[in-house]
């Protein structure tokens, strides 16, 4: 007889080949499945009935942000496997575009803490655009000796399309030492059109998470893009997007979140929402769970993970329930997943260092007509406005009315002095600011509110506590969440940093009439030029459709 560890038992199996749930037994041993069905010879130290019970595997988030969150890999790591997601392949960008080589080897070794399998991509673009003020220059020969770590398994989202359409050497290099090491690169390509999307294909170029309608589905599916249906904190794409799905191009699939908060990951759920939302939009639910696991896996070449046969990874969810998703327990490596005692590694020093004055945030305007940044709830495209504005002696002046205020980022890597203001509609602000050193990509210090003085107080908490979030009325500060590491990400164990998050959403919603999408991750994108429509950086406004900067006033 063969000793195994443990046997599951009388429970449906999905079998991700034929998309069909089976009735069979699974063997592990040594965190892998290592025999499937009916076994004679096989005796296993531990078996688990799952009678009226679907086993499927651990969910692939196929394209994150780990910062996002606000917290660590060990921490994100305790919260997602919770959900059921046992794998995610992230882009350390944010904090290497703050704290570079150092960032991302932060971020890969705080990640060895937890059993939550993390596959690093390594980010293309560090600054996003030539032009941006982020705190590192990353270029290929930085990037090349980072191949060394086996959690690297590929470059990450290239957003600069202009550098790849002109050939530029260093974009180049980054794909083909990617692909020389073994491994693929990733795409971001927002805004573009059938023509452009063949031109990231023709160079190697061939997934993307950027499709926000049918259409632009459509346009990747007939490029031959894997396709990841994003679902994040602010970009809600997928319920206009999985009408794409059917059953003969389900295989180009997956999804992803980008970009998601920890307390709507504990709240809401991770690709295990996902699962849900495309269930309760048509998919059937054994196509959900194979997007949701072996088409991520497939995508990034993974070839260990995402599938319940032999020679796998047993990494694995137990559920009640199917449309819901209801998790009766994780399995990873084999191992039953309960908590995990882990403390985040310790921050750098700060990395906030400004010189802002208050005369800074002025702006003068010639007319009252100006261009303005339109927010979309819930997305981080925005409309390029153009509104007549109040101006009192040449200075613009909010009008709680019309809810036009200013926004402004302050250059915070290199206390190089640049700001740059602007005009922003649709946060419904009543009085007071918030500021954020969470600003995508670069994460300069952006911050918007409805007068001078309190966007200046906003800045100078943030400031006060070497980066994070801050929320103030026009006479305190209401509350200030720290964000120490590169002032994107807590230095506390998760459930502390949702007390901090806590506090500031209640914050916010004491100096604001809005409550359809979070203010916070979606002010962090708008200082990100490489997104439509217009944006902010700490250089002023940028007008992505004329790839420009532009002035304020018209």
Known sequence: MKQVETSIQNGLVLNVFTRQFEAITLWINDGKIVATGEQPNYIANKTIDATDQYIVPGFIDAHMHIES??????????VLLQHGVTGIVADPHELANVEGINGIEYMIKDSRQTPLDVYYMLPSSVPCTPFDHSGAILKAADLKPLYK???????????????????????????????????????????LNINQLDVFRRNH???????????????????????????????????????????????????????KIIDDILNEGSIDY?????????????LAYVIASYNAAIAHDLSDVGALSTGYQADLVILNDLNTVDIDCVIKNGNLISDLTTTPLSPDASTVHHHLKLSDLQLPLKTDLANVIGIQPNHIVTDHLKLNVSIENGQFVSNSHDDIIKIAVI?????????????????????????????????NLVATGT?????????????????????????????????SIGGLMSAKKYPDALIDLKSITDAYYKISSNQDFNPFLTLSFLTLPVIPSIKITDQGLYDFDKQKFISVGI
């Open 69 to 78: 969150s606000l917290v660590t890999p060990s921490e994100i790591g305790k």
């Open 149 to 191: 770590y086996p959690e690297v398994h590929g470059l990450a989202e290239v957003m600069d399309y202009p550098a790849v359409a002109a050939g530029d050497p260093d974009i180049i290099a980054k794909i083909n030492d990617s692909i020389t090491a073994g491994y693929h690169a990733d795409g971001h390509g927002a805004g």
């Open 451 to 483: 007068n001078d003085k309190a966007i200046f107080r906003a800045v100078q908490a943030v400031t006060a506590v070497g980066g994070g979030i801050a929320v103030v009325d026009n006479k305190n500060t209401l509350a200030v969440m720290p964000l």
């Open 205 to 259: 170029i061939h997934t993307d998470h950027e499709a926000n309608n049918i259409q632009q589905a459509n346009d990747r599916l007939a490029t031959g893009y894997s396709i990841f249906l994003r679902e994040g904190t602010v970009e809600r794409d997928l319920a206009n997007t999985i009408d794409a799905v059917t059953p003969e191009n389900a295989h180009n699939f997956s999804f992803c979140t980008d970009d």
């Open 274 to 286: 996902s699962i849900k939302l495309a269930i309760s939009l048509g998919i059937k639910p054994a």
């Open 411 to 443: 250059e915070r890597h290199h206390n190089l002095g640049t700001v740059g203001v602007g005009l922003v509609k649709g946060f419904q602000l009543n009085e007071g600011a918030i500021a954020t050193t969470v600003a995508h990509d670069s994460h």
